[in-house]
């Protein structure tokens, strides 16, 4: 059986730093309430001129480094955004152009925050069904360039960056790694509690608009549903798991996954104290934190998580 394993992680995060004290000056908001209600002490954000692609491959070239490959290496490139630099072409192509790839294939999955988990699933599909070998699986966002500066409820939660895994087709018999389970989710009855109000249609870019509280609550009970069925079709139990990577959104949504699951939150990578939330990319940014700080570890089990826009969810089970 051909099964997707995970060669390497990196990430790249922009130089720019922004405390919550920051928006002190310009928000009725205080670093007290957004460290208490959310966990998010600070989060980076893009240079003016710096973009999604931009990022993108900044991780992807850390990705390739810590596998000792090159894009040569690589058959496909699948890189989840809600915001692309342009509206076309992707920018997974603009990923392949500035890594140098002139082979192969590349393009964008969108499922907001569960984007990673899309693309993972959807290269894991295509390692085990053989079309490809190798995948870079990429998540960068931008979502500083959708926040309505004047909305405290959303502009203090969000901050950029971008993560990129190298998956490859093992054959080995002998050896339990690799992606074991994954699911997907969506239900378009919660458009509303999570969109941006512009785009194609309208002519214009928009801005992030949230129902938090709504968001909130269907975050915690249906990342742990999900991850509990995955679990099972991984043959597995919440006893088995050494790490949870989930969305980082809000620290209370992952001590609410935690309680839930009844797997301490010792066992629970946290970064989005650090980088606030970032859409696609904080599931392999956090991932690439965690083994950066030598967490995460190879035979590991791995269970991640990410809810988001849609609503669209999903998990993976990974041995790593
Ligand atoms: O990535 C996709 C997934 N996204 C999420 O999972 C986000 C999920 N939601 C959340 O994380 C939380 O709901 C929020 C952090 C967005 C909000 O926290 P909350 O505890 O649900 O607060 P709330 O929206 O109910 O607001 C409570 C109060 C309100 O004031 P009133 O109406 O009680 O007077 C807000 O206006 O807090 C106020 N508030 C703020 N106060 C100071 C909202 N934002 C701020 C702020 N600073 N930045």
């Known amino acids: 059986m051909r099964r997707a394993v995970v060669e390497s992680i990196g990430h790249y995060l922009p130089n720019r730093i922004v405390e919550n004290s920051e928006f002190e000056a310009t928000l009725e908001t205080n670093d007290s309430w957004i460290r208490s209600r959310t966990g998010i002490e600070r989060r980076h954000f893009a240079a003016e001129n710096e973009t999604t692609s931009d990022m993108g491959i900044k991780a992807a070239q850390a990705a390739l480094a810590n596998a000792n490959c090159t894009v040569d290496d690589v058959d496909a490139i699948i890189l989840a955004t809600s915001t692309a630099d342009l509206t076309f072409p992707s920018a997974a192509t603009m990923v392949q152009n500035g890594l140098g790839m002139r082979h192969g294939f590349a393009f964008d999955v969108q499922a907001v925050c569960a984007g990673f988990l899309y693309a993972l699933t959807t290269a894991n599909s295509m390692i085990a069904s053989g079309q490809a070998n190798r995948i870079l699986v990429?998540?960068?966002?931008?979502?500083?360039?959708?926040?309505?500066?004047?909305?405290?409820?959303?502009?203090?939660l969000f901050g950029d960056g971008a993560g990129a895994m190298l998956i490859s087709a093992q054959h080995d018999e002998s050896s339990?790694?690799?992606?074991?389970?994954?699911?997907?989710?969506?239900?378009?009855?919660?458009?509303?509690?999570?969109?941006?109000?512009?785009?194609?249609?309208?002519?214009?870019?928009?801005?992030?608009?949230?129902?938090?509280?709504?968001?909130?609550?269907?975050?915690?009970?249906?990342?742990?549903?999900?991850?509990?069925?995955?679990?099972?079709?991984?043959?597995?139990?919440?006893?088995?798991?050494?790490?949870?990577?989930?969305?980082?959104?809000n620290k209370r949504i992952l001590?609410?996954?935690?309680?839930?699951?009844?797997?301490?939150?010792?066992?629970?990578?946290?970064?989005?104290?650090?980088?606030?939330?970032?859409?696609?990319?904080?599931?392999?940014?956090?991932?690439?934190?965690?083994?950066?700080?030598?967490?995460?570890?190879?035979?590991?089990?791995?269970?991640?998580?990410?809810?988001?826009?849609?609503?669209?969810?999903?998990?993976?089970?990974?041995?790593?």
């Open 255 to 320: 001590e609410g996954l935690s309680k839930r699951l009844r797997i301490p939150m010792d066992k629970v990578v946290m970064t989005v104290n650090n980088h606030g939330n970032t859409s696609a990319a904080s599931i392999p940014l956090a991932m690439a934190v965690g083994v950066q700080n030598k967490l995460i570890k190879t035979g590991d089990v791995v269970v991640t998580g990410a809810i988001g826009g849609g609503l669209a969810w999903g998990t993976a089970v990974i041995r790593w």
């Open 138 to 156: 990429i998540g960068a966002e931008t979502f500083s360039k959708l926040m309505d500066w004047t909305d405290r409820g959303t502009c203090v």
């Open 176 to 249: 339990d790694r690799g992606i074991l389970a994954t699911a997907l989710r969506s239900d378009g009855r919660y458009k509303d509690i999570l969109y941006v109000d512009g785009g194609i249609s309208l002519q214009t870019t928009g801005y992030l608009r949230m129902q938090g509280k709504e968001v909130f609550r269907h975050a915690v009970e249906k990342l742990s549903a999900i991850a509990l069925e995955t679990l099972e079709k991984a043959g597995l139990t919440t006893e088995d798991v050494d790490w949870i990577v989930p969305h980082q959104a």
